[in-house]
């Protein structure tokens, strides 16, 4: 099978023709179909998230079927269209697993860093952690449910009531997630880049009542934001938006330092957190949440084969929406 991988920071990706991997127990093979492209992937290649599996596949918001089955395994059949998420393998022992709270196992495993994902024809997956993916979406469309949709869920469960919710970094997450806000009757204000004047456009589209730089102040006071932009000087800047008792939630597993700012921003108990990884929970609400709202993904798609262009596409926010591979059926 071909497949993509990453060698080392600094380094091209490259394809390879590789051997098929063999599912082990409790685990399913699957034929790639799409994979979504996310912030993360390009933190790992340009060497900002500590030790990755090398050589690796990148990419974890993989959509396949299933080809072929390891022992043991009960949830899913051959032919079954599923998707695999961030997190790949929880210890189940540790503290935060008994606590409910696997998304921040001290063992856990992430695929497309410590484990293969989903850059490739084919990957395998450990059943436990993949989910079906709900009817109605194309390949391409369920991908990006599969990291920016769920894990931008997670951040917006946190931000809590919010009535007036601002979103500062309008890509993959955040057009998902204005979709599902408008639809809870939240009011969503969007930030982009200084004079992105096309995505504050798409903010407007999906239904944001304000959109613009993230330079400027909102209309009014807002009573949560979530940062997607890895932008560490957006926090203070998000949190002067914020009115008393306001929250910012940071969503991405990785940010440029942060600023020192006057305590008087987080005065008037504003907090400030971070969202990490997912649990399977998370996933289970938000794939049943999504074709409920209906969420519509908007993607543009590349072939496997020019994946280090997908990622570059994603660095320079050239795409709106999601960015997506696409794996064309080995035969
Ligand atoms: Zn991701
Ligand atoms: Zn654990």
Known sequence: MRAIFFTGVGQPLVELEVERPEPGPGCVRLAVHACGVCRTDLHIVDGELGAPKLPLVLGHQIVGRVGALGSSVSRFEVGERVGVPW???????CRHCLGGHENLCDHARFTGYDLDGGFAEETVADERYCFPIPEGYPDAQAAPLLCAGLI???????AGDAARLGLYGFGAAAHILCQVARAEGRRVF?????????????????GAEWAGGSDEEP?????????FAPAGDLVPIALSACAKGGSVVCA??????IPSFPYELLWGERTIRSVANLTRRDGE???QRAP????????TVFPLSEAAT????????????????????SG
Not at 152 to 158: K, M
Not at 252 to 257: Q, R
Not at 315 to 328: E, K, L, M
């Open 252 to 257: 991405g597993i990785h940010m440029s330092d």
């Open 310 to 329: 997908a990622l570059e596409a994603l660095r320079f926010g050239s795409a709106r929406g999601a960015v997506v591979v696409s794996v064309a059926p």
């Open 152 to 158: 931008g869920y997670r951040a917006y469960a946190l």
């Open 285 to 287: 609400a938000f794939l």
């Open 292 to 299: 409920a709202v209906p969420v519509h993904t908007a993607v």
């Open 87 to 93: 997190l790949g393998w929880t210890c189940g022992r």
């Open 190 to 206: 969007a930030f982009t880049r200084p004079g992105d004047a096309d995505n504050q456009a798409f903010a407007r589209e999906l």
């Open 219 to 227: 209309p009014e006071e807002l009573d949560a934001a979530i940062i």
